[in-house]
């Protein structure tokens, strides 16, 4: 199997994803699922967090802050934000689920530049749709570049049955400002139905990394460089969240050639 699919895991912990196991640089990743009453504490020495309380409701205290009953979607496809707080570099946040919880916990180096612990409110998740057609999708930014934080980005994507998504082809695996910019990236895959796939593919100019994947329910695909795009098949919808960071933090990508021409139609 390919490194850069990474499979979910039995028990609380269901994923884990560090620089180390990831071979890069900035980019953290972890899940975990809390059943009603059970607490988890979380502290990343050097690094910032930004704890998504993706599904369910959960009580979270940082920075001698305490927010209750963040979240409380019924899943990632609810039309409605999750729960989230940014906590800066080295801090501790503990996370008290009141029901069922898939809890995301996103890092990136940071100095603590960026706090204190914050809730993101919902009200700062803006909402987009990119595309047109089959290349619809509907996106919420949940840690965007123009609110504070060191490192990290973070974003949740929801694509129709059929749809294609990270579409044309884009990459941000150099620093060439203002054309592109250098960013690690994770895809942490859910289908409705749970039974669903997605392809991805990954590759580079150069073809030294040309991978498709097929990712299924609660999949992560590790984007180290080169363009990502994501098929969904006819009768399943597809839900991501990203989690980006690198140098510097700006979101600026570059189209595949071959592809672009479909946006100059």
């Known amino acids: 199997m390919s490194h850069l699919l990474v499979k979910p895991a039995d028990g609380q912990a269901v994923h884990n994803i560090t620089p180390a196991s990831a071979k890069w640089e900035y980019v953290g990743f972890a899940l975990y699922d809390l059943a009603a009453g059970e607490s988890i504490q979380l502290q990343q020495e050097g690094r910032e967090l930004c704890v998504v309380i993706a599904s369910g409701s959960a009580n979270v205290t940082a920075s001698n802050e305490r927010w209750e009953n963040i979240g409380g979607r019924v899943s990632v496809f609810e039309d409605k934000a999750p729960g989230a707080v940014y906590v800066p570099a080295s801090e501790t946040v503990t996370i ?49 570049e123009d609110e504070p934080a060191d490192g990290l980005l973070v974003v949740e994507v929801v694509t129709p049955s059929g749809n294609w998504s990270s579409y044309p082809p884009h ?83 570059y189209n595949d050639p071959a592809h672009e021409w479909m946006l100059k139609k």
């Open 96 to 144: 008290t689920a009141i029901d069922t919880v898939e809890l995301a916990v996103c890092s990136a180096p940071g100095k603590g530049l960026s706090g204190p612990a914050r809730l993101i409110k919902a009200s700062k998740m803006s909402q987009e749709v990119r595309g047109e057609g089959t290349n619809t999708r509907y996106v919420r930014n949940i840690l965007p």
């Open 171 to 253: 990459k941000h695996d150099r620093t060439d400002l203002p054309n592109e910019t250098k960013l690690e990236e994770t895809y942490y895959h859910r289908l409705n139905p749970s039974s669903g796939y997605v392809h991805q593919r990954v590759y580079t100019d150069d073809r030294s990394l040309d991978e498709t994947l097929s990712a299924e329910d609660r999949d992560v695909v590790l984007v180290p460089e080169g363009y990502h795009p994501v098929g969904v098949p006819h009768g399943y919808t597809s839900y991501y969240l990203n989690v980006m960071a690198g140098p510097i933090r700006k979101w600026h990508f």
